[in-house]
C-alpha cells in the first residue's frame, strides 16, 4: 500500500464530493444550517423614524427653556401606538402622545419621555425639560439600512441571523440539504454498552464518538450499527446501509489484519478508492471511497485514530456537501514536549495552548496513542507536524491548528 501525503489525499477525496443543491427551509429548521446565499438587506430597521420611548412626541422648538418650574404647555391633539399610523401632523403648540417603536407623526421631531411631563387637565401636556430635536427618535434605518450586506453563503445560521431575517421579514432561508450518513462499527470484540463485558472484550464506543463527530459536522445521523467480522454480515450491511445515505462512515477492520476486510468488501460491492492509505499519524489506514453514488469513509478502529482520520477526512467532506469548507486559525507555538516521527508523515497531536509569563506561546502535547482517546476531551487543537522531518525538540516551533472560531467559507466550483 503506498500511502499518500495528507494534503493530496484530502483533494482527492474532496475533489469528488458535488455540494448538494441548495433548498428553502423554515427559518427555524436552519439553525445549525449554513447559508447557501448571501443575504442584503431588503428593507431598513426601523423602516421609518419611531419614537424610542412613552412620552410625547413634539417640536423641539416648543420646549426650549422649559423646566419644571416653568413647563411649557402643549395641546395633545392625536396618539400613535406602534404599528398605526399617525392621524395627523403636529402644528406649534401642539403634541402626539406617542408609545415605544410608534411612527413620528409629521411636524414632530424629538419625543419627550412621560416621567418630564405632568398632566394638568385632559388635553393637556406640561413639558418639564427642554429636548433637542432627534431626542428619543430611531432615525429610519438605525439598524440597519436597506441595501447593506449582511450575511454571506457559507456562515453557518445562528439564533441572532434567524432573528435578524425575520425582521427582514423573511420565513425561509436558503441552505444546503444535511448529508445523511450511516455508522457502522466493525469488530468481533465489540460489546454495546450497557452490557456486561469481559475483561478482553472492549466496549464499542465509536459508534456513539463518529455519530457525534457527523452531527457537529451538521450531518442527520440516520444509522448506527454494529457487525461482526463475518464476510456475509458485513457485506450487507455495507450495501443495506449504502443505499440509505449519502455518506457511510465505518471504522475498524481497516488496516491488515486477518480479519481487517472492510476495503476488500468494498472493493468487492464495486467501490471505486479515491483515498487507500495516507502518510497521516493516527489514522494511517483512513480510505475514501465511492459506492454507487454512495460516498465510503473508513476510519481505523482506534478511536484516537478513528478521531483524527474522521477530522481530516469525513468532516471536510461532510461540510463540502453543505456548501463550506472550513478554515481554520493556526497559530505558532513551542512544543512543550520532543517527538519522533516517520519523516514521510503528517502527525496531528492534540492539546492545548498556553502564553506562558514571558508572553511566548506553547501547545501542551499529551500522550497520544491510537487506541487512546482521552487527550481530545478538552483539546483546543492539533500540532501539525509536518512530514520532511523526523525530530522535534521541546521548544521547537511548529504550527498549531485551533478547532474553535473556524471560518467557513463557500465551495467555488
Ligand atoms: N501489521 C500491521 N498492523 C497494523 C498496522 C499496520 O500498518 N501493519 N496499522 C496499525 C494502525 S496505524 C492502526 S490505526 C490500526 C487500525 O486498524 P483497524 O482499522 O484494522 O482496527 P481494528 O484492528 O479493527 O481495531 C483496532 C483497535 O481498536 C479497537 N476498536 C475497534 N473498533 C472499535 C470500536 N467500535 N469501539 C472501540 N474500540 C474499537 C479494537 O478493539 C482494537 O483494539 O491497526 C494497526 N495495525
Ligand atoms: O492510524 Mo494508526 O492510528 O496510525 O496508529
Not at 410608534?102 to 419627550?112: R, Y
Not at 502518510?279 to 473508513?298: D, I, N, Y
Request: glycine share 10%.
Amino acid at each position: 500500500m503506498s500511502l499518500s501525503p495528507l494534503a493530496t489525499a484530502r483533494k482527492a477525496a474532496l475533489d469528488a464530493i458535488q455540494p448538494a443543491s441548495p433548498l428553502r427551509v423554515p427559518l427555524l429548521d436552519a439553525l445549525g444550517r449554513f447559508l447557501a446565499q448571501d443575504v442584503v438587506a431588503s428593507r431598513s430597521l426601523p423602516g421609518c423614524p419611531v419614537s424610542a420611548m412613552d412620552g410625547y412626541a413634539v417640536r423641539a422648538e416648543d420646549t426650549s427653556g422649559s423646566n419644571r418650574d416653568r413647563p411649557a404647555r402643549l395641546r395633545v391633539v392625536d396618539t400613535v401606538y406602534a404599528g398605526h399610523l399617525p392621524s395627523r401632523s403636529l402644528l406649534p403648540g401642539e403634541a402626539s402622545r406617542i408609545f415605544t417603536g410608534a411612527p413620528l407623526p409629521e411636524g414632530s421631531n424629538a419625543i419627550v419621555r412621560q416621567e418630564a411631563t405632568v398632566v394638568p387637565a385632559e388635553g393637556l401636556v406640561d413639558i418639564c425639560v427642554s429636548v433637542p430635536p432627534g431626542k428619543d427618535i430611531r432615525p429610519t434605518g438605525e439598524d440597519l439600512l436597506a441595501g447593506t450586506p449582511l450575511l454571506r453563503a457559507g456562515q453557518r445560521i445562528d439564533a441572532s441571523m434567524l432573528g435578524v431575517l425575520a425582521s427582514l421579514g423573511d420565513s425561509h432561508v436558503l441552505v444546503r440539504p444535511l448529508p445523511r450518513v450511516a455508522v457502522l462499527a466493525t469488530g468481533d470484540e465489540l460489546v454495546p454498552p450497557g452490557s456486561p463485558a469481559l475483561p478482553h472484550q472492549v466496549y464499542e464506543s465509536n459508534l456513539i464518538l463518529v455519530a457525534a463527530l457527523a452531527r457537529e459536522a451538521g450531518a442527520l445521523v440516520v444509522a448506527q450499527e454494529r457487525a461482526r467480522d463475518d464476510d456475509e454480515v458485513l457485506r450487507s450491511a455495507l450495501r443495506r446501509l449504502a443505499s440509505g445515505a449519502e455518506v457511510l462512515v465505518t471504522t475498524g477492520g481497516a488496516s491488515v489484519g486477518d480479519k481487517d476486510r472492510v476495503k476488500g468488501l468494498l472493493a468487492g460491492l464495486g467501490a471505486s478508492f479515491l483515498v487507500d492509505g495516507v502518510a497521516l499519524k493516527p489514522g494511517k489506514p483512513v480510505a475514501v471511497a465511492r459506492l454507487g453514488t454512495t460516498t465510503v469513509v473508513v476510519l481505523p478502529g482506534n478511536p484516537g485514530a478513528a478521531t483524527v482520520a474522521f477530522d481530516q477526512f469525513a468532516r471536510p467532506l461532510l461540510l463540502r456537501f453543505q456548501g463550506v469548507s472550513e478554515e481554520r486559525q493556526r497559530v505558532r507555538a513551542r512544543l512543550d514536549d520532543g517527538r519522533h516521527k516517520q519523516a514521510g508523515f503528517t502527525y496531528l497531536i492534540s492539546g492545548t495552548l498556553e502564553t506562558r509569563e514571558d508572553g511566548q506561546v506553547w501547545a501542551r502535547i499529551r500522550s497520544q496513542g491510537a487506541g487512546q482517546h482521552l487527550q481530545n476531551i478538552g483539546a483546543e487543537g492539533h500540532a501539525v507536524l509536518p512530514p520532511g522531518r523526523a525530530d522535534f525538540a521541546e521548544g521547537d516551533e511548529v504550527d498549531f491548528e485551533r478547532f474553535d472560531r473556524p471560518r467557513f467559507l463557500p465551495v467555488v466550483l
